[in-house]
Each structure stands twice: as C-alpha cells, then as structure tokens.
Nanobody, 119 residues
C-alpha cells in the first residue's frame, strides 16, 4: 500500500504560478510511475503530467511548456510547478502513484486539491 498526501493549490490570478506537492509513504519501492490528473465538474478526470521512475515524462498538450513535473527520490515527493496559469486550468488536481509488486498493480490517489485561476 502507498499513501499519497497532497499539499499546495489555492487561488491565483491569470498568469500566476502555483506549486503542488504530493508525498508518498508506505510501500514506496513498489512505485513505477507517478503523475497528476485534474477534474472539473461534469467531466472525466484527465491526465496533466506523468513521469516514470526511469525519468520518462509526458504532458498534456494544454499544459506543455507551462507545467513541470518533478520528483525528489530522497523525500519521496512529487511536485507540479504550474506557471502562466489560465482560467481553464481551474480544477481539482489529484496526484497518483502507480504501484506494482508480484504481478499485482494498484493506483494510489491523493485526496485532491482545488486550483482556481481568476481572469
């Protein structure tokens, strides 16, 4: 089991920046990938950024060149730096850790944090 706890988020004006963080605990050695998703009311949760433990990174087209995903392997944390924020970036942001051990795979979600960007 992996526990994921988010911090950060809040409200910012158009063009501003925010940083989200997600701390992993528990069976962290089982983690093989991690990422950030977001969700707005009435819509499906969508991928924002993903990173494998090998360092392969993928971004949604809407956030590429504005958002940066990173990880601290010592602290077992993952961050999402969000720059040049737009109102359409407003959503609840969730971190996720993908874990696998002995052929069993699980997704571990954070509790979600609200990001609101005003125009």
């Amino acid at each position: 089991q992996v526990q994921a706890v988010e911090s950060g988020g809040g409200s910012v004006e158009f063009g501003g920046s925010l940083r989200l963080s997600c701390a992993a605990s528990g069976d962290v050695s089982s983690i093989y990938a991690m990422g950030w998703y977001r969700q707005t009311p009435g819509k499906n949760r969508e991928m924002v950024a993903q990173m494998s433990v090998g360092g392969t990174v993928d971004y949604a087209a809407a956030v590429k060149d504005r958002f940066t995903i990173s990880r601290d392997t010592v602290k077992n944390t993952m961050d999402l730096q969000m720059n040049h924020l737009k109102p359409e970036d407003s959503a609840v942001y969730y971190c996720i850790y993908f874990g696998g051990r002995d052929g069993s795979y699980h997704d571990y979600w954070g509790q979600g944090t609200q990001v609101t960007v005003s125009s």
